[in-house]
């Protein structure tokens, strides 16, 4: 049975960049001018997993985002992958959501971007790195959640996916019927990179635009929206010191070697 | 769902995550820092075990510091079950009505704190290296600490009207208090009452693979940069963790190159290692890697570079030529005392 699928991305600041974030003493923003923006890396192996599906299985994949209007541009790489449409969820109702105003947002945008049977999510992103959307996007809509997907496979046409789910010290197995969200790690799949040919045919795919009107029509009041419907704030921001005093053991390396044993066994740690 | 005041906190409750019948380090650590919280408050510590077979738990519970336990036991239950776990969760949570709820932040509890948080309506913090409690905006309230983009950055996060206060912390981040016997605690046990709706997702079984989890359990980690391929690769790594009696690991550029697997990697994105002796060589120390090991007990680190940012984290510093200080370390760990 072919599966209507929907893949959620996230624009994020490249991580290889992080450390070039500063924060203003005085006004306790962050300072991330310079920082180019991608699409967060784990997102684009839960896409590439919709496409294989969808080429297994048929059906479709429309990939959707919540950001500013600059969070097009991760839609336009993912359409230029081989997603069949975008929607992006933006309006300034939507800022400063921490993450359950953000999954009541995404599960608005869903039911109004049309009916599905599979939502896929990368495991967390890059900046937040909380990992909490899925699960919470997940009971926003009131489906089934299996995340920390490393394998998916499909039986029964498709309707019931049978996960190799990631835990410490080896992977749980987990049945689901659909619909349900699953939320994927990097080592599921390589991710495929755009081709000529799909960077046209992107330009002819259609994005559109879901602004908190569209949410509240599909049934999510504007209080639960962005920052008014966050429970958590941030209350602080600050750089993080280093308590540690170095010691650093001089001489050859023999001798470094000998006296670092000889501290280390002293102190028992060895 | 369920509001309590939110300036009341006169009840914490802790999730004691067990596997196999064994309570998961991390729920001893995060019930040592209920207690610690609970102390000054007059707050009671309640701890819920879900599973099969946890007839040890109770008792370890109440010895690091539970007032109460609340065990579900169904056979159902002997694996992790999101849907069932979640709603017995939130069901205790109603009933009980905490003030703040802490969660391991092991693979399954950071998919049950989410989706508990999201049901019950209220927040929930990541991850927290602390969980205080401080005066701000005029109310004494649960304060947690995250670091924020891979540790360059530390964040408050405070969740000022929903209750309970909910948040998930890393294994090794926080410090188990020593048990102690003669505490008394009340156990009481409840039904799952589960119904067919809970099984959505269902877990199967579960498939041990060899060498993961490893790293959490090993007193002494060495660990990889960059930098310490082209001193001699992996061999040279394994052969210093054997003579140190201890378990590779390495930074997300070694694990990116394929040096060392996924299950094996520092930081951020990684695992969180607290040894006895965390030994960093190769690496120039950038803090989504540092980040992972902050807690070890002593860190010493080994670069060729005298100037690298590794060293402030560090206890003990040897720069110089690897290809030089590592063999040279190698013979003197296995020389006996």
Known sequence: ?270 | MTQSNPDSLKEILVWAEQRDGRLMSVALEILSKARELAGPLGARVSAVVIGEGCGACPDELVAHGADRVFVVEDARLRLYQADAFTAILCRIVGETRPGLVLLGATSVGADLAPAAAARLATGLTAHCTDVHIEDIDGRAQPVMTVPGWRGNLMVKIVCPEKRPVMATVRTGVMEKSAPDPSRTGEVVALEAGLGEGEFRARTIEKVAEAGEGELEQARVVVSGGFGFYEAGGTALLEELALAAGGVTAGSRPACDAGWVPESRLIGQSGKTASPDLFITVGASGAPHYTTGFAKSKIVVAVDRNPKAPIFDVADFGIAGDLREVLPALVEELRRKT
Do not use: Y
Request: charge should be negative; aromatic fraction near 4%; proline fraction near 5%.
């Open chain 1, 1 to 270: 049975m072919p599966l209507r699928i929907l893949v959620c991305i996230k624009q994020v600041p490249d991580p290889e960049q992080f450390d070039r974030m500063t924060l203003d003493p005085a006004t306790g923003s962050i300072n991330r001018a310079g920082i180019a923006p991608i699409t967060n890396p784990v997102d684009r192996h839960a896409l590439e997993e919709g496409l294989r599906i969808r080429e297994a299985l048929g059906g479709s994949v429309t990939v959707l985002t919540m950001g500013p209007p600059q969070a097009r541009k991760c839609l336009e790489d993912a359409l230029a992958m081989g997603a069949d449409r975008g929607v992006l969820l933006c309006d300034t109702a939507f800022a400063g959501a921490d993450t359950l105003a953000t999954s009541a947002v995404l599960a608005a945008g869903i039911r109004s971007a049309g009916d599905f049977d599979l939502v896929l999510c990368g495991n967390e992103s890059a900046d937040g790195a909380t990992g909490q959307v899925p699960a919470q996007l997940a009971e926003a809509l009131g489906w089934p959640r299996v995340t920390f997907a490393r394998k998916i496979e499909w039986s029964r046409d498709g309707m019931l996916a049978r996960v190799e789910r990631e835990i410490e010290g080896g992977f749980l197995r987990v049945e689901v019927e659909l619909p349900a969200v699953i939320a994927v790690v990097k080592r599921i799949n390589r991710s495929r990179l755009p081709t000529i040919f799909g960077i046209l045919e992107a330009a002819k795919k259609e994005i559109a635009e879901v602004g908190c009107a569209a949410c509240e029509c599909a049934g999510l009041v504007a209080e639960a929206m962005g920052l008014g419907g966050s429970p958590t704030r941030v209350a602080g921001i600050f750089q993080s010191h280093r308590k540690r005093q170095v010691e650093m053991i001089g001489g050859d390396a023999k001798e470094a070697a000998r006296t670092l044993v000889a501290r280390l066994r002293e102190m028992d740690v060895l």
